[in-house]
């Protein structure tokens, strides 16, 4: 999370250019809204289930991150990006939707918000920024503007444990079996999981084929690495046990 808006301030003062990250994690990890209070969640089920607990720059409510391909995408006004919410989200969860199709899964960006708003579990709401096959939804994505440089993120589900976020975020029974029933994973949508290798190769795909942008591998700057060190303070809530993503990846317009 600190890395994410560490890029993003580099693209907004002009020293880096549009960035596409990838990355999984090593252990399952709760990120919280921007604004969300900690005792909407489970803190001690956290630690007693080996979950760490982080809070993202962007708003929502709590997303365990686990068996999934988070992807990460900076960008501004200047390389094409609306400057509208909307317009925004509706131009990069383009580039979702064709890569969800890659996969063999036929998403669409939801029609209207809908689901739980009293509830801490980000999954049990939709919103127009999500991806849904049906009525059920595959993903989620959030935003946040600094000047004209947007920062979204988000992340391609393959398979999720409904029990542990149930326990982490203070679900109830019947909470659980709505999440159950109002969501779905990419494993639930073909049958089989694809592998992490072929989620990433279907989001450059999408973000190269439905943006019209070259992508080539990039690697962090050092003042993107030592922003990323001084913003730590601002993302850890639990459970710091060194580095967190895994198979970190930077992708860059050339």
């Not at 007693?48 to 809070?55: A, P, Q």
């Not at 669409?108 to 127009?128: F, I, K, M, Q, V």
């Not at 391609?156 to 029974?173: K, Y």
């Not at 450059?204 to 992508?215: E, F, M, R």
Request: proline content about 5%; aromatic content about 4%.
């Amino acid at each position: 999370m600190a890395l994410d808006r560490a890029v993003q301030l580099a693209h907004a003062n002009g020293t880096s250019p549009p960035t596409l990250r990838l990355y999984g994690w090593a252990r399952p990890t709760l990120t919280l809204g921007r604004f969300q209070h900690t005792a909407s969640v489970c803190l001690d089920q956290c630690r007693e289930s080996g979950v760490d607990v982080v809070r993202r720059f962007t708003g929502g409510r709590g997303v365990l991150h686990d068996d999934e391909v988070t992807y990460s995408i900076v960008a501004g006004v200047a390389d094409g990006v609306p400057r509208s919410t909307a317009a925004s989200y509706r131009m990069l969860c383009g580039a979702l939707v064709r890569a969800y199709s890659c996969l063999g899964v036929p998403a669409e960006l939801t029609a209207r918000p809908r689901g739980r708003r009293d509830s801490a579990a980000c999954y049990l709401h939709a919103t127009h920024a999500d991806l849904s096959l049906g009525s059920r939804k595959l993903s989620g994505s959030a935003q946040v503007w600094l000047q004209e440089t947007v920062l979204q993120h988000g992340s391609i589900v393959l398979s999720r444990d409904i029990g542990l976020e149930g326990r982490i975020l203070g679900l109830t029974a019947d909470d659980e079996r709505a999440l159950a029933a109002a969501t779905i994973t990419v494993a639930g949508a073909i049958g089989e999981p694809p592998s992490s290798d072929q989620v990433r190769t279907a989001l450059i795909g999408g973000v190269t084929g439905a943006l019209g942008v070259l992508l080539e591998p990039g690697s962090y700057s050092p003042w993107e690495l030592e922003c990323a060190r001084g913003l730590l303070g601002e993302v850890a809530i639990q459970g710091d046990r060194g580095p967190g993503p895994c198979g970190d990846t930077s992708i860059r317009v050339e």
